[in-house]
Nanobody
Framework: QVRLEESGGGSVQAGGSLRLSCVVS????????MGWFRQAPGKGREGVAA???????YYADSVKGRFTITHDNAKNTVYLQMNSLESDDTAIYFC??????????????????????WGEGTQVTVSS
């Protein structure tokens, strides 16, 4: 059974930083695509960042230059470093993975529907 577990959320003042982690277990092989999504109250799920096993990365315009996604395949872990946080970044952050061996076109890398496995999320609250 595939399981994704996020950690690292919390409360921080605007301008601060947080680092989210997502540990993947239950996969025989490392997923080729991992992503971070977020959902604010009353809004839909939004793609934040994604990374391919090759190292290619994708970012939402709203976080470019502030957030960085990385992965450690040896630890089956993906990270999201979030700097210069803003109140609009307040949301529940979810980690997602694509089933191994399946392809996601670049244009769909930040679409929630492209992913097969999800964590339960971690809350990030940014106060101004």
């Amino acid at each position: 059974q595939v399981r994704l577990e996020e950690s690292g959320g919390g409360s921080v003042q605007a301008g601060g930083s947080l680092r989210l982690s997502c540990v993947v277990s239950g996969m025989s092989y490392t997923s080729d695509y991992m992503g971070w999504f977020r959902q604010a109250p009353g809004k839909g799920r939004e793609g934040v960042a994604a990374i391919k096993s090759s190292g290619s990365t994708y970012y939402a315009d709203s976080v470019k230059g502030r957030f960085t996604i990385t992965h450690d395949n040896a630890k089956n872990t993906v990270y999201l470093q979030m700097n210069s946080l803003e109140s609009d970044d307040t949301a529940i952050y979810f980690c997602a993975a694509k089933r191994y061996g399946y392809y996601i076109p670049a244009i769909q890398a930040l679409q929630a529907s492209a992913y097969d496995y999800w964590g339960e999320g971690t809350q990030v609250t940014v106060s101004s």
